[in-house]
């Protein structure tokens, strides 16, 4: 039997739920995101495994590990996975305890059950395999990363700056059968406006009112969701493809923001006192732009829009640095080559798709490397209540990260040496 159909038959069940269960037992909420405790039993799994492995901080809490299997000179593979978590919430709404890792009919659940402690787990699980194969040549870096859910500066983007790199990146995120290779752009701004202080009793015939001046920013920037984007022909037909999966699984909302730039007033304050007109008001805007977009243009037509309906003077800042939506080709070797694996683990109706929010994987991409997401996932539950992932997709995500760490490593077997 060769080594990948041994892979394809490997019996990680037991090993890949238990590992699963016990990164569940870890509450790493994100805020206020301290992985230490979760880092340091990744790092203790690694060593047991004997697997070269080390711990790095880029700030208190924000502990990363960094593992290596080195087989020699030849191409580098990272794999990636976020131990932080978004908060369980009202524990009261949750049908078991969130925190607890249980095991119930075939599904193991909690908080990060998919998003992404399935993912991470299904990696360690493949790295103790693979660590034993001795026909391999180059390498996998494997990192388990704090800050995802708040915007990966800490985790993935820092431990980029600090030289750990490589050919090509799977970050086991949830993703179900269809593998992510883009995801959307992000801007995110304050706006500001001013107005002239009067007595309430006087107005609106005295001053100017700065809260009744941002109810115009407000309609103009919503005017936004309406436009319709020239966007390349490649990206073009990708947002189409995803479009009509995310349909068939009855995804419509998620379908439709694909090709448009979504807008959220999500915080607003302003004002002195009721009887006050108001002198000043800040909101905050989050708007997603499609793969395509630059966000450049987005940000020209939120100030033209702004200054034409609500006049000008009013103070646009960004809140953090713009993310520039992103993909991998689809045609890109490596993107061929995870695509024949999930099709001959997992079935054969694997395609890839586009995200409508963004990840880590941006920065991988923007230093040239080629990435995926795939991952086990129960897409209804992240982020929300009652979060679980099935044990099958465990099982299935184990044996085609080993499977990928295989031929990626194998030397003219069509891996990395040709995906590269
Ligand atoms: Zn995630």
């Known amino acids: 039997m060769t080594v990948s159909e041994a892979i394809k038959r490997w019996d990680c069940e037991r090993e890949v739920t238990t590992v699963c269960s016990e990164l569940i037992r870890f ?89 992404m402690k399935g993912g991470l787990a299904a990696l360690l699980v493949a790295l103790s395999e693979a660590v034993r194969w001795d026909s391999l040549r180059g390498k996998v870096l494997f990192m388990a990363v704090p800050d995802e859910e708040t915007g990966g500066w800490y985790g993935t983007r820092w431990l980029l700056e600090q030289g750990f790199t490589g050919d090509a990146c799977l970050i086991a995120e949830p993703s179900g059968i269809n593998p992510t290779i883009g995801q959307k752009g992000a801007l995110w701004l304050r706006a500001m406006t001013r107005g002239v202080p009067a007595h309430g009793s006087l107005s609106p015939l005295v001053g100017e009112n700065a809260i009744l001046r941002m109810t115009k920013v407000i309609e103009a920037v919503y005017s936004i969701w309406g436009r319709s984007w020239t966007i390349p022909p490649e990206p073009r037909r990708l947002i189409s493809e995803t479009q009509a999966i995310l349909r068939e699984e009855g995804l419509e909302v998620q379908a439709e923001v694909l090709d448009h730039v979504t807008v959220n007033v999500g915080r607003i304050s302003g004002g002195d006192k009721v009887n006050i007109v108001a002198s000043r008001c800040e909101a905050e805007f989050d708007l997603r732009v499609p793969v395509g977009v630059p966000v450049g243009v987005v940000l020209d037509l939120f100030r033209q829009l702004v200054e034409e309906r609500a006049g000008s003077g009013v103070e646009i800042t960004p809140l953090r640095e713009p993310i520039e939506a992103n993909y991998t080709p689809p ?36 230093h040239g490397i080629p990435t995926l997401q795939f991952g086990p996932a129960d897409l209804q539950g992240i982020h929300g ?36």
């Not at 711990?55 to 593979?77: H, I, K, R, Y």
């Not at 078991?96 to 998919?114: C, I, K, N, T």
């Not at 798709?353 to 920065?363: E, G, N, T």
């Open 385 to 420: 209540y009652d979060e679980r992932v099935a044990v099958a997709q465990l099982v299935q995500a184990a044996r085609a990260y080993a499977l990928l760490i295989h031929d990626y490593l194998s030397p003219g077997d069509g891996g990395g040496s040709r995906a590269a």
């Open 27 to 115: 509450p790493s909420e994100n805020p206020p995101c301290d992985v230490t405790g979760i880092a340091a039993y990744i790092l203790e799994r690694l060593h047991r495994a004997g697997i070269p492995a080390r711990q790095l901080s880029a700030a208190p809490g924000m502990t990363s590990v960094v593992g290596e299997l080195d087989f020699g000179p030849g191409p580098c593979l990272v794999v990636n996975g976020h131990m932080d978590v978004v908060p369980a919430g009202d524990r009261e709404r949750w049908a078991f305890d969130p925190f607890g890792g249980e095991v119930r009919e075939g599904y193991v659940l909690g908080r990060g059950a998919s998003d």
């Open 331 to 366: 045609a890109h070797p490596f993107v061929q080559l995870v695509l024949r694996i999930i099709r001959e683990v997992a079935g054969d109706t694997s395609r890839p798709v586009l995200q409508w929010a963004s990840s880590d994987a941006r920065f991988f991409r923007r």
